[in-house]
Nanobody
Framework: QVQLAESGGGVVQTGDSLRLSCTAS????????MGWFRQTSGKEREFVAA????????VYADSVKGRFTISRDNAKNSVYLQMNSLEPEDTAVYSC????????????????WGQGTRVTVSS
């Protein structure tokens, strides 16, 4: 019943921007920490960004800090990832996730996951 659905992925060139969206259904996620993770073929899922329920606290992976911005709109039960200055190394399937157990960068701490949206950055 509880679902997260991502959108906004696509194929872009180096230096371009994309805005990913994730909308939850089935229950409110206003009180949850929301995160974005990505996974490339042959590699483990890696943390990208997280945001607390109020939006007051954000955490970013070093590889995306200064280029990506996570935000949320609790009235819409949604979370977003603005990605600027994209690089080929950003190519991956991006998934949003939620947890009611507190802010975390570990995938194992997240209970709810979307199916992912693919981002391809060509050089």
């Amino acid at each position: 019943q509880v679902q997260l659905a991502e959108s906004g992925g696509g194929v872009v060139q180096t230096g371009d921007s994309l805005r990913l969206s994730c909308t939850a259904s089935g229950r409110p996620f206003s009180s949850a920490t929301m995160g974005w993770f990505r996974q490339t073929s042959g590699k483990e899922r890696e943390f990208v960004a997280a945001i607390s329920w109020s939006g007051a606290r954000t955490v970013y992976a070093d590889s995306v800090k200064g280029r990506f911005t996570i935000s949320r709109d609790n009235a819409k039960n949604s979370v977003y990832l603005q990605m600027n200055s994209l690089e080929p190394e950003d190519t991956a399937v991006y998934s949003c996730a939620g947890t009611f157990r507190g802010t975390s960068t570990q995938p194992s701490d997240y209970d709810y996951w979307g199916q992912g949206t693919r981002v391809t950055v060509s050089s």
